[in-house]
């Protein structure tokens, strides 16, 4: 249990991130390929801000399945801040059959491939969508701070919206029709499996 400072930067190239990172002494811990499922009941979760997430992170080498709860917060500013309660799921499936015996449904997918950057007590996430690449850093406020000046982000278009909304405005901005889901298609997905060096 925690709580969740975090921050977006919009409309980056991600390759002079890296060279940064990689300039400031940051530690790469192994860009992988992830999947999400949202779950709700009815609508009881979205209605009270809660959110409810199964995650699986694919590397070469493992797999690892997180089983999120993320609480509202009242107070938001200039961060993103939610409480956030999160355990490792041993067995994703049999996690999916559970919370589909208690009645919870999948109301939304989105994948992403993750690239994350530990860079003191702040951890930049380098993030490539369906609709965009987007820098994420999570960490204290102060710290984030800090890490976005010497990233050279402190002109960066920033957000504390979270990836449902911004592919909400994504949609909308391109004249398509509103969907929750958001994930590769089959070309895009092989590609990136084969680049990560996943099965497919």
């Not at 702040?122 to 690449?133: I, N, S």
């Not at 204290?140 to 000046?149: H, R």
């Not at 958001?182 to 084969?194: G, H, I, L, S, T």
Request: hydrophobic fraction near 40%; proline fraction near 4%; charged fraction near 25%.
């Amino acid at each position: 249990m925690g709580l969740e400072i975090e921050r977006k930067y919009l409309h980056v190239a991600l390759q002079p991130i890296r060279q940064k990172l990689i300039d400031n002494g940051a530690h790469c811990l192994g860009a992988h390929f992830e999947s999400n499922w949202v779950y709700d009941a009815g609508g009881i979760l979205c209605e009270s801000g809660r959110l409810l997430r199964l995650r699986s992170q694919e590397w070469p080498d493992k797999t690892l399945h997180l089983l999120t709860l993320k609480l509202p917060v009242a107070e938001m500013g200039n961060f993103k801040k939610r409480e956030e309660r999160e355990t490792q799921v041993a067995d994703g499936e049999a996690m999916r059959s559970i919370l589909a015996g208690l009645g919870y449904g999948v109301i939304a997918r989105y994948e992403k491939i993750r690239e994350p950057w530990r860079m003191g007590l702040v951890e930049v996430e380098l993030d490539v969508l369906p609709f965009g690449e987007i820098v994420e850093m999570e960490g204290p406020e102060e710290d984030i701070v800090s890490v976005q000046t010497r990233l050279l982000l402190d002109n960066a278009e920033t957000s504390t919206k979270s990836y449902h909304e911004l592919h909400q405005q994504w949609l909308q901005q391109h004249n398509k029709q509103p969907k929750f889901s958001f994930v590769f298609n089959a070309q895009q997905r092989a590609a990136w499996r084969e680049k990560l060096g996943l099965s497919y």
